[in-house]
């Protein structure tokens, strides 16, 4: 069965390849896959990014957590009645939209999942 999710984050990526904001050598070992209902991305084995009902998100370091924040970053929780999901930010759509700031955020997310 095909996830949706797993399908947008295929076409996003896609997205920011052919705006060329996004470099596909630089992305060559990116694995997107099924995520509790969802989808994630994953690079070298790190997940960086996840896809599900309550948006798109990405894991930062809190120097970039703090300043998703102050620009319209929400923080990420699967379900009404659990825990915050620590170092991951619901991005803003109007970021996502932009595709030159979203590789932007998710450089940083690399380079924070990269060197964690």
């Given at each position: 069965?095909?996830?949706?999710?797993?399908?947008k984050?295929n076409s996003?990526?896609?997205k920011?390849?052919?705006?060329n904001?996004?470099?596909?050598?630089q992305?060559?070992?990116?694995q997107?896959?099924?995520?509790?209902?969802?989808?994630?991305a994953?690079i070298?084995?790190?997940?960086?990014?996840t896809?599900?009902?309550v948006?798109?998100a990405?894991?930062l370091?809190?120097?970039?957590?703090?300043?998703?924040?102050?620009?319209?970053?929400?923080e990420?929780?699967?379900?009404?009645?659990v825990?915050?999901?620590k170092?991951?930010s619901?991005?803003?759509?109007?970021?996502?939209s932009?595709?030159?700031e979203?590789?932007?955020?998710?450089?940083?997310?690399?380079n924070?999942?990269l060197?964690?």
């Open positions: 069965m095909s996830n949706i999710y797993v399908t984050l996003l990526f896609e920011l390849f052919s705006d904001v996004l470099s596909r050598k992305f060559n070992k990116l997107i896959k099924n995520f509790f209902g969802g989808g994630a994953y070298q084995n790190h997940i960086f990014m896809l599900t009902k948006g798109l990405l894991k370091s809190d120097d970039d957590l703090q300043n998703i924040m102050k620009i319209g970053g929400k990420l929780r699967y379900f009404a009645k825990h915050i999901k170092q991951y619901i991005i803003p759509n109007n970021i996502i932009s595709s030159k979203f590789s932007n955020w998710i450089r940083k997310s690399l924070f999942v060197t964690d």
